[in-house]
């Protein structure tokens, strides 16, 4: 039986609005937290003699730590409550950022990469899930696009200001942590004046038995989800392991705030995204994302063959905006009609994927880019973004109306 949109109300009032302020921001700054030692990473290169397969293998495990936390525990917010994940959320991130305060060599830069992974890992199903219980009933799309676009655009911000500090601030490596960790605190405070929507409830510990567990509405429209999300997510990877060596090989430049630019060009466009996805039903959302981001990673590839900056960066914006815009109608699709109690467990489940398509993409890459160059890296991502593009323009769906609505692209204010 087709669930009713009172079934599972929102909290009211006040604290409702902080509470979706709270899990906004701190869903920001937790991706924000994530992505600010990528601009530093030619400076590790320099002082720490890190190569390409060592960065490679910090990305693996940011990723690994990512992959086991929504395993294990992207359902315990649905029994401890949204609350008291965010809270974990952000003081795993502040340790995160304490252990790369003094980077000598790989061994602090795959730990704390290791402890952000975690951290992100919760914060994609428990402060996404809270984004979503709390955000909103007009407009209807708000929610998914803040949970779907909030880790994009803070993993913009933090590579931004991580490169402007670096340029700019004192002690270069150090300082963006320091930023970090008082905005993770923070956030952590604006948490806790925030509403609980999921009350403390029995099987805490049941829950952290690996399991992804989706609902018979969404299952259908899994498939093309996870094919967007592995060709999206794989290009992100790209652009965190291989950004900095793109700069200073192709782009001429090791300057962190030019590195951060070009980080920044794919991330930032999600902004826009969410809005523009929500106007069109999911799958012509999906299919006109997907073929945006093929058109710009195949002309991130040429720009890269011809050593043209600015188009590196102008491609990078409509790969940026495609994938914006087609992973914000996969998860629009994919929460159509859902309880509060099942929404951490099917974030989980398009995070878990997109996690897993990004770190193996990067396992690939790191071992490749041993005997191939960087340029020949980039036409197999420019080969993987027009499979799945070919893909989603054939089998990409909407999700089927619920019981008394033709409209499936509306929202259910669940």
């Not at 952000?116 to 899930?129: H, I, K, P, Q, W």
């Not at 999906?286 to 043209?308: D, K």
Request: proline residues 6%; aromatic residues 6%; hydrophobic residues 50%.
């Amino acid at each position: 039986m087709t669930p009713s949109p009172a079934a599972t109300p929102k909290p009211s009032g006040r604290r409702r609005r902080i509470a979706f302020l709270a899990s906004a921001s701190a869903l920001v700054a937790a991706f924000a937290a994530s992505s600010s030692p990528v601009p530093l990473y030619n400076s590790y290169r320099a002082t720490a003699g890190l190569t390409n397969a060592d960065l490679s293998l910090t990305v693996v495990a940011y990723f690994l730590g990512t992959l086991a936390a929504l395993l294990c525990l992207g359902r315990l917010s649905d029994y401890v409550g949204r609350r008291p994940v965010g809270l974990a959320t952000m003081l795993i991130l502040i340790a995160g950022c304490a252990v790369l305060l003094n980077v000598t060599s790989v061994v602090p830069l795959v730990v704390g990469r290791m402890l952000m992974g975690v951290a992100a890992g919760l914060a994609s199903s428990a402060l996404t899930a809270y984004a979503v219980d709390t955000a909103p009933p007009h407009p209807a799309w708000l929610g998914s696009m803040v949970s779907s676009q909030s880790p994009l655009l803070g993993l913009t911000v933090g590579s931004l200001l991580s490169g402007a500090l670096y340029e700019f601030a004192p002690a270069p490596t150090q300082t963006i942590y320091v930023v970090m960790m008082i905005a993770l605190a923070l956030c952590a405070g604006l948490l806790l004046a925030g509403a609980e929507t999921r009350p403390r409830r029995p099987g805490a510990l049941a829950s952290l038995r690996p399991r992804i567990r989706l609902t018979e509405r969404a299952k259908p429209l899994m498939p093309i989800v996870s094919v967007v999300a592995a060709a999206t997510w794989a290009l992100g990877s790209y652009y965190q392991g291989f950004g900095p060596s793109v700069t200073a090989t192709y782009l001429g430049t090791s300057n962190a705030l030019v590195v951060a630019l070009v980080f920044a060009s794919y991330m930032a466009p999600s902004v826009v995204a969410g809005p523009l996805s929500g106007r069109m039903r999911p799958a012509r959302a999906q299919r006109l994302g997907m073929v945006l981001f093929a058109v710009g990673t195949c002309g991130l590839l040429v720009s890269l063959w011809q050593q043209q900056v600015v188009a590196f960066l102008l491609f990078g914006l409509v790969a940026g905006l495609g994938q914006g815009v087609a992973a914000s109608a996969g998860i629009r699709g994919i929460l159509y009609g859902s309880l509060a109690q099942d929404r951490s467990s099917l974030l989980s489940a398009v995070y878990l994927v997109s996690y897993a398509s990004a770190m193996l993409a990067t396992l690939i890459a790191g071992q490749v880019s041993r005997v191939a160059s960087l340029l020949q890296l980039t036409v197999g991502y420019a080969v993987l973004a027009v499979v799945a593009m070919t893909v989603t323009l054939i089998w990409a769906r909407d999700p089927a109306p619920l019981t008394g609505s033709g409209n499936p692209s509306r929202e259910v204010e669940a």
